[in-house]
Every structure is written in C-alpha cells, then in structure tokens.
Nanobody, 124 residues
Framework: VQLQASGEGLFQAGRRLRLSCASF????????MAWFRESPGKGRKFVAA????????YYSDSVKGRFTISRDNAKNTLYVRMDSLKPEDTAVYYC??????????????????WGQGTQVTVSS
C-alpha cells in the first residue's frame, strides 16, 4: 500500500484548507483510515479517523467541530477539511491506514501504512 498526501502550504489563521491522501495498492473500501499530525517536540498525535464505509468518524478534541474527515472510495482518496485554521494547527500531517483489527483508532500503533507527510503552516 502506498499513501500519497497533498495539500501542503502556508495559510492564514481562520482560513479553510483541504488535505487529500490518495491510496494505491490494496482495496481501499475495506480499511480504516486516519489523519495524524506531528509538530516539533510534541510527537505524532491523532487528528481524525474514518471507518471503511465513511459512516463512522472520530475526532480529537482539539479539532472536533473544525475538521471534517471524509473518503471517496470510488477515487481511493481520503480527505480532511480543516476550517477555522489556528496557528496551533501547524504541523506535518500524515495519513495512515490499517486492514486489521487493532488498538483504538487514535493509536499510532494501530496503523500499518503511512503517507509521507505534508506540511501545513498557519500564520496568525
């Protein structure tokens, strides 16, 4: 499986951004997918996850109400729409996926495949 994230850039606080993650390899519609982010000194943190059909979604408290995760199984692509951007959203964003039962969707250890990371910088 290869995951390719895109959408990086420099954005102003309060603006909207959408990141994409294209998946190549195994069937897309059978997996759980997620976004994590990593900023200097803070480790990789859970952002959002979505079940295989798209009906179940999960969010960290820090982004709940501002971010929306979605997926298009016909296009093998994962998205996250990020509204009301804040400077604290600045991080490298990673998409991830798994094809097996595992730890909670918020756990870094629960994912087997990771994208390369895409840098999002939010200025105040």
């Amino acid at each position: 499986v290869q995951l390719q994230a895109s959408g990086e850039g420099l954005f102003q606080a309060g603006r909207r951004l959408r990141l994409s993650c294209a998946s190549f390899g195994r069937p897309f519609r059978t997996n759980v997918m997620a976004w994590f982010r990593e900023s200097p000194g803070k480790g990789r943190k859970f952002v959002a996850a979505i079940g295989s059909t798209g009906h179940m979604t999960y969010y960290s408290d820090s982004v709940k109400g501002r971010f929306t995760i979605s997926r298009d199984n016909a296009k093998n692509t994962l998205y996250v729409r990020m509204d009301s951007l804040k400077p604290e959203d600045t991080a490298v964003y990673y998409c991830a996926t798994r094809y097996r039962p595992g730890p909670g969707v918020w756990s870094v250890d629960g994912y087997d495949y990771w994208g390369q990371g895409t840098q999002v910088t939010v200025s105040s």
